[in-house]
């Protein structure tokens, strides 16, 4: 499956961004997806994931109601609803799949094998 981000940029403290991934290749239905985000000389870290239904869906503290993850199984892709964004929320954004992830495992990088190219999310004090 490939996936493909998009809906980066930048905004003010306290505004909203909406991003997307969208899949090509093979149904995302099957698949745990998940965020991630780089900011720069700081390590990868986990946003949050949703399960293949959409029903359940796990947040970092950090974006913890601020943030929504939602999916569109018939139209192939999800969407990342970040409001109030704080300028330690600048980083790139990376969507991620990956199937049969044990709930322990959810937080980790390596349980996801497909990698969107990542979007830039800016934001301005």
């Known amino acids: 499956v490939q996936l493909q981000a998009s809906g980066g940029g930048l905004v003010q403290a306290g505004g909203s961004l909406t991003l997307s991934c969208a899949a090509s290749?093979?149904?995302?239905?099957?698949?745990?997806v998940a965020w991630f985000r780089q900011a720069p000389g700081k390590e990868r870290e986990f946003v949050t994931a949703i399960r293949t239904s959409g029903d359940n869906t796990y947040y970092a503290d950090s974006v913890k109601g601020r943030f929504t993850f939602s999916r569109d199984n018939a139209k192939n892709t999800v969407s990342l609803q970040m409001n109030s964004l704080k300028p330690e929320d600048t980083a790139v954004y990376y969507c991620a799949a990956g199937e049969r992830i044990i709930l322990s495992s959810l937080r980790r990088d390596l349980s996801y094998d497909y990698w969107g190219q990542g979007t830039q999310v800016t934001v301005s004090s």
């Open positions: 290749g093979s149904s995302l239905r099957s698949y745990t």
